[in-house]
């Protein structure tokens, strides 16, 4: 899995490269952890995430309540279908914002 990170006025973007499973899992939530030292508000670019595991939900849902603990949030931007589903069964649709695009994400954050 590969990591980099693109901050922006009031979030940073985070662009995973991979699979997310029980192996990256931990690298990832760990990831997760440095960028909130700097900013609350994380996006996590999934355009190139083919494949997400229980430990990978586990990560989103550990971040989600750390971001949402100090007054942000974590939101996904251009989530490939097979993910997607993933997340809808999961039912994690339910509890995080999903967008299209990074723009689109970005630009929620200021609503």
Request: no cysteine.
């Amino acid at each position: 899995m590969e990591l980099s990170v693109n901050p922006s006025d009031n979030v940073v973007i985070v662009s995973i490269q991979g699979e997310i499973d029980s192996i990256t899992g931990p690298e990832l939530g760990a990831f997760f952890k440095e960028q909130l030292t700097d900013q609350k508000n994380l996006i996590a670019n999934f355009s190139k995430v083919g494949f997400l595991s229980t430990a990978g939900l586990r990560v989103l849902l550990a971040t989600i309540k750390e971001t949402r603990q100090a007054g942000g949030d974590l939101r996904l931007a251009k989530v490939q279908e097979e993910v997607y589903n993933v997340l809808k069964i999961s039912g994690f649709t339910r509890i995080m914002k999903i967008y299209p695009d990074i723009d689109s994400a970005v630009e929620s954050f200021s609503e």
